[in-house]
């Protein structure tokens, strides 16, 4: 991995591995999974609920299709077994460097949305409209469902994409069915 460039962390048990992660943040963590302590299992159970943007890998000398399929559904990216083919390797490495890539930019996308749809890029000027803001602030926090009723040019869809935005993703969009009186 240094010889492709890469920064590498060791570490030589879970626990050594989850002060490491929390020193710096890590794209990829190759773990055994058989380990001093605990497992690798253990390690991706407490990687994915603390760092869920890390990949982890699971390898091990005693692969089996079962422990594959049980590595997965876990939320292991992949179980590779030993001995390592350092091509396949490489190959797996640009993958998951192509979808922390893509899992950033998708990150500051959703950034940049919540950021221009916010309540904040909503002028009004009346005492009315201001109580609108306010109630529609309070309910994207919360799960509520909202119709947004209103004449053509009023902002319905500006504000339910505030709405949306603001909530986190928690309210499913449904802009486009904006009621007009």
């Given at each position: 991995m240094r010889?492709?460039?890469?920064?590498?962390?060791?570490?030589?048990?879970?626990?050594e591995a989850m002060a490491q992660l929390r020193k710096s943040a890590v794209d990829i963590v190759f773990t055994d999974v058989r380990m001093p302590g605990k497992s690798g299992h253990d390690l991706l159970n407490q990687v994915r609920v603390?760092?869920?943007e890390s990949t982890v890998i699971l390898m091990t000398a005693f692969g089996t299709i079962e422990g594959a399929v049980e590595a997965m559904r876990a939320g292991a990216y992949d179980?590779?077994?030993?001995?390592?083919?350092?091509?396949?390797?490489?190959?797996?490495?640009?993958r998951v460097?192509?979808?922390?890539?893509?899992?950033?930019?998708n990150r500051l996308l959703r950034e940049q949305l919540v950021?221009?749809?916010s309540f904040d890029g909503i002028v009004s000027q009346s005492s009315a409209m201001e109580e609108v803001l306010n109630t529609a602030g309070r309910v994207?926090?919360?799960?509520?469902?909202?119709?947004i009723c209103g004449e053509s040019g009023t902002g319905k869809e500006l504000?339910?994409?505030?709405?949306?935005?603001?909530s986190g993703g928690r309210i499913e969009p449904s802009w486009l069915s904006t009621v007009r009186p």
């Open positions: 010889k492709q460039g890469h920064t590498v962390v060791e570490a030589g048990s879970a626990d603390a760092f869920p179980f590779l077994t030993k001995p390592i083919d350092l091509e396949a390797l490489d190959h797996l490495v640009l460097s192509e979808r922390q890539r893509l899992l950033s930019e950021e221009k749809y994207a926090q919360s799960k509520a469902s909202v119709l504000l339910a994409r505030a709405i949306h935005y603001s």
